[in-house]
């Protein structure tokens, strides 16, 4: 494959792949008929605009439980994930093999086997319609994506870092915080942000175990998407990916500084 | 060492917040912004039956009021949160929480409640047809509360088989009115001449604009309901009101409405062998100019429609000579709600002439009330031009057929399925 | 003492949440039986499947499900590590790849319909170029890509997901082993495609599979796809299991669950299936 043929026709054709469908999502945020055969919109309007700013302040209060809610599950799959990951890597565990594969047991289970079952569950634990009900169901499914990243990203960087700061004099902490971490912290980053895409996006599960009490984003968003108004659908899908461009960008950004802190102290 | 205490710790964390939030939710009251009312115990259940409206006014301040029902329909919506919950909150001090939950949601989420014995958020319910059947049968709903509001009294007509009646089952004053709707058909008048008035010269329009007129699959609720308009064309619609009837006794009597869509098939859009996925999805066609005939449930919808510029000014609607098929949705009041007196004072603003005039203004929605029982005053807040598009009220009314019964329209989806599609 | 159960102990919280999804996993397939306390059904029976079985349209659609989970990921899955293999011996760097695979994986798949919709429909972007193009004269001279009977728009969006997935998982792997290895390999005189092709692809195989796994057993039993895209008959299998779902009579519920086991039955074959080709690869924990 020539260098030629992949950088002058093959990006670019990658990235309008990409982005020409997020286009006519774009587009369609503005538009309230387009005949056929034209090429270009009949009628725009900003109503789908309007409709989204209506009221500012529940708009906002609602992406704002959205990202509090995956900002939780982004974390606990994390250091869920992280130590489970270690005691694949660095200890003996019996049945790894057996546990690998039920932590990819989440894909297998269609939502609304899982719903029925989770609901009746956390009624009797009285989790139903909290918060925290939403957060562990929203976890279960996070799980695989995380775990398998961050298995991956240990297994790479394997035991012989940590090991040899052990022989050097540091204890078990510090060479976790000081060696492991940093060099995990991509990967750390890269679950963060998949369990949060994940959770973010969770629409039935939420509303199962949500009880309709617990509000995020993507309850408002669905019901637009299957009304059929496209304009209001897709502004409320545009809106949906920037948060979560923010979001990750933002993850990024987090995690550069905690590394460099890291190296720092 | 350190690890270890790390990881016990988070690991702590994690079980203390399960068994904590247990031992604070165990009792499963929801509080609201001030009174907690228990209804699963016995106090609780006679309290709210003895209680007169004024007691309710009461007890209702300074409380929440969950409503749940379909979060699709924006300008409903907007109307709820706007209008409709202000006014509970200038009157009565009840905040409104509006819960967007599709309606098999909703009944999920209660059964699975009202069986577990516990109470639950959810209070009013938008819901009718079938699911308020299902609901009804299994006990999730409370009531009769209708005849203990002042203006279902004032206002409604109970002995309106649109009352009285949902989908052909008794409501038994479970479920108070809402919105009307009835079935209107919509074309462009720029691209179409014809207005067909029956089956038959329907079937003659879409042999004429072959590949452009077509009706959501069932069980989409849209194409469920022109199935059975179709049905009242060409079959003895009265046979059908039976909600005993067996399947097969079904099959027999619907047959001639099941020869015509297979007859009607091969000039549809999906040649019959597939149709559009959903109404909304056919709407969004008949926007586009891929079909040339549409129809709704919401007789003003298409008015709307041309307002927001989503269809062209030449937009009209018209019904079958026959009538069109027409039901009223309502709102229930869960079984295991946490404060039934807030909902009902809810439910009693919602049938104010001021609400349901406000809502066919703003929503275009047909209102409930009966005309007979309005002052003259009141009667003019109803008097609203809606536009050419806009099929008279009297006219829509005098033309409706009441729906089937509940139970009857699933077998009718099945044997659509069974022996229309594909064929 | 310690070293022995401060593995577990890191475990707990993944084996927690493993037995919270098993054991909802186990009340719906109770409920498949028959046995739905909460809506007054008692009696375990088979009957539920045999009825679902007895339905004229079961056959046809479990082959539907089949063909297209299948066609869909293998497709992505070759299409995704060729187009990986190239993004990694080109050393492409991160940022590319993060907009490559980033981007598809946050967009939910309802987002994917509405925007498959506009574009290949026969009223869509594409419908209307041929139209100015003077390839066809008529709306429905364009073929049908999506609503069709062999899922060719549902394929498709499909697709837009999992090629950046599979991409998103095999990459990491891929380009350590390309740049050590595969490096390796081309110091002793192989070429950048044989070096691919005999040892960067065989040392990935591991993940690949696993990759493949994952999304077709997520395919099997996704149903928004084909519900949004598909024809009306055949219909994919989550989607009969979602419409028995939203059915109003609370007591249809248990053939919902009969057929979400039918699709938890093939994935679970599925995966063990791949559980003995990892095996056999010695690719797996020993």
């Known amino acids: 494959m020539s260098k030629k043929l992949y950088s002058r026709f093959l ?72 130590m489970a990951a270690r005691a694949f890597v660095f200890y003996e565990v019996k049945y790894k093999n057996l546990i690998n594969f039920l932590s990819l047991l989440p894909f297998m289970v269609p939502a609304t086997v899982f719903g029925m079952g989770i609901q009746s569950i956390f009624i009797k634990w009285g ?70 895409v994940v959770s973010f996006g969770q629409y039935f599960l939420t509303l199962i175990v949500g009880g309709g009490q617990v509000k995020t984003f993507a309850i408002v968003m669905v019901p637009y998407i299957q009304s059929g108004e496209r304009n209001i659908a897709a502004i409320y899908s545009l809106f949906f990916l920037i948060i979560l461009f923010i979001i990750n960008h933002l993850l990024n950004y987090v995690g550069k500084k905690v590394e460099e802190k890291i190296y720092k102290g | 060492m350190k690890k270890k205490i790390l990881s016990l710790l988070l690991v702590g964390l994690l079980v203390f917040s399960f068994t904590a939030c247990g031992q604070t939710e165990t009792s499963n009251e929801i509080t609201t912004d001030g009174k ?34 379909w979060g699709g329909n924006e300008k409903l ?21 509006r819960v967007p939950m599709d309606i098999d949601q909703i009944l999920s989420q209660l059964s699975g409640e009202v069986q577990a014995g516990v109470d639950g958020p959810i209070d009013m ?37 649109d009352i009285k009646l949902d989908f052909g089952y008794p409501v038994e004053g479970y479920e108070a009115p809402y919105s009307k709707a009835q079935v209107v058909f919509v074309v462009d008048g720029a691209k179409v001449s014809e207005r067909p008035k029956n089956a038959a010269e329907f079937l003659e329009f879409a042999k004429k604009y072959k590949g452009k007129v077509a009706y959501p699959a069932l069980p989409d609720f849209t194409g469920s309901v022109f199935v059975r308009n179709i049905i009242n064309e060409t079959c003895d619609y009265s046979k059908l009101m039976n909600p005993d009837l067996t399947k097969e006794e079904v099959r027999e009597i619907i047959k001639p409405a099941i ?133 008279p009220q009297d006219e829509l009314l005098s033309k409706r057929l009441p729906e089937l019964p509940a139970g009857l329209v699933p077998i009718i989806e099945e044997i659509w399925a069974e022996d229309v599609v594909g064929k | ?43 375990p029976s088979l009957k539920y499947y045999i009825e679902i079985f007895a339905r004229p349209d079961i056959i046809n659609s479990i082959f539907f499900s089949l063909k297209i989970t299948l066609i869909s990921s293998l497709l992505a899955t070759f299409i995704g590590l060729v187009i990986c293999g190239l993004l990694v011996s080109n050393k492409e760097k991160t940022p590319l790849v993060n907009i490559i695979t980033h981007i598809p994986i946050t967009v939910p798949h309802i987002v994917v ?108 039993g996704a149903y928004e796809l084909p519900l949004l895209l598909g024809a009306t008959i055949p219909k994919a299998l989550p989607v009969l299991a979602y419409q028995e779902y939203l059915h109003p009579d609370l007591r249809h519920r248990p053939y919902a669950m009969a057929l979400n086991g039918i699709i938890i039955l093939i994935s679970l074959i599925s995966s063990i299936i791949y559980y003995f080709l990892m095996k056999k690869r010695g690719g797996g924990y020993e």
């Open chain 1, 11 to 82: 990006k670019p054709l990658f990235i309008i792949l990409i982005f020409f469908p997020l286009l006519t999502i774009f587009v369609w945020s503005f538009i309230e008929r387009w005949e056929w055969p034209s090429l270009v919109p009949t009628v725009f309007s900003n109503r789908a605009m309007n409709v989204i700013f209506r009221n500012k302040q529940d708009f906002f209060k609602l992406i704002g439980s959205g990202i509090l809610i995956s900002g939780m599950v982004a974390l606990l799959s994390v250091i869920t994930s992280t």
């Open chain 1, 127 to 196: 989790l139903n319609n909290s918060i925290l009900g939403v957060v562990i169901a929203h976890l279960i499914y996070s799980q695989p994506y995380a775990f398998q990243l961050m298995l991956a990203g240990t297994e790479s960087i394997g035991r012989t870092y940590e090991e040899l700061a052990r022989s050097l004099g540091a204890n078990a902490w510090q060479a976790f915080y000081k060696i492991s971490l940093p060099m995990l912290m991509p990967v750390i980053l890269a679950s963060a942000s998949m369990a949060f």
């Open chain 2, 36 to 69: 907690t009312e228990t209804a699963t115990n016995e106090g609780g259940e006679k309290n709210i039956d003895g209680m007169t409206f004024n007691e309710m006014l009461e007890a209702a301040k300074g409380t929440k009021v969950s409503f749940y029902g």
């Open chain 2, 77 to 97: 919506n907007k109307w709820l949160d706007e209008v409709y919950a202000k006014s509970l909150k200038e009157k009565y001090d009840i905040t409104l929480d």
């Open chain 2, 125 to 161: 319910i938008w819901i009718n047809g079938e699911n308020f059947k299902s609901c009804k049968e299994n006990n999730m709903l409370y009531g009769p509360f209708t005849e203990r509001l002042p203006n279902f009294e004032k206002y409604i007509d109970p002995e309106s088989d």
């Open chain 2, 259 to 391: 020869d015509y869509l297979v007859e009607l098939n091969p000039y549809l859009w999906g040649e019959g062998k597939t149709f559009p996925v959903s109404g909304p999805d056919k709407m969004n066609m008949f926007s586009d100019g891929e079909l040339v005939f549409d129809f709704t449930y919401e007789s003003y919808g298409p008015v709307q429609s041309i307002a927001d510029g989503t269809y062209p000014e030449t937009v009209e609607t018209f019904i079958f000579d026959k009538g069109t098929i027409g039901n009223t949705n309502f709102i229930a009041i869960a079984k295991n709600s946490t404060n039934k007196a807030g909902a009902m004072v809810a439910i009693n603003e919602m049938l104010t002439p001021k609400m349901q005039a406000s809502k066919l203004q703003e929503l275009k929605l047909l209102p409930v009330l009966d005309n007979d029982k309005l002052s003259d005053e009141e009667k003019k807040l109803f008097e609203l031009d809606l536009g050419k598009a806009a099929i």
């Open chain 3, 1 to 43: 003492m310690k070293k022995k159960f401060t593995p577990y102990l890191l475990l707990l919280p993944q084996i927690g949440l493993t037995l919270l999804l098993i054991t909802s996993l186990l009340t719906g397939i109770i409920q498949s039986f028959g046995v739905i306390p909460a809506f007054n059904l008692f009696k």
């Open chain 3, 113 to 220: 319909a509405l925007f498959t919709v506009i574009i290949f429909s026969q009223n869509g972007v594409f419908a209307r170029l041929a139209y100015l193009l003077g390839f066809i004269s008529e709306q429905q001279e364009f073929p049908r890509l999506i609503y069709d009977q062999n899922g060719i728009g549902v394929i498709i969006s499909y697709l837009w997901k999992e090629i950046p997935f599979i991409i998103y998982f095999i990459h990491s792997l891929m380009s350590r082993v390309e740049g050590s290895l595969g490096e390796a390999a081309r110091d002793l005189g192989a070429n950048k495609f044989q070096s691919f092709i005999k040892v960067t692809l065989p040392l990935s195989s591991r993940v690949i599979i696993s990759g493949f796994l994952i999304i077709f057993i997520f395919t099997l």
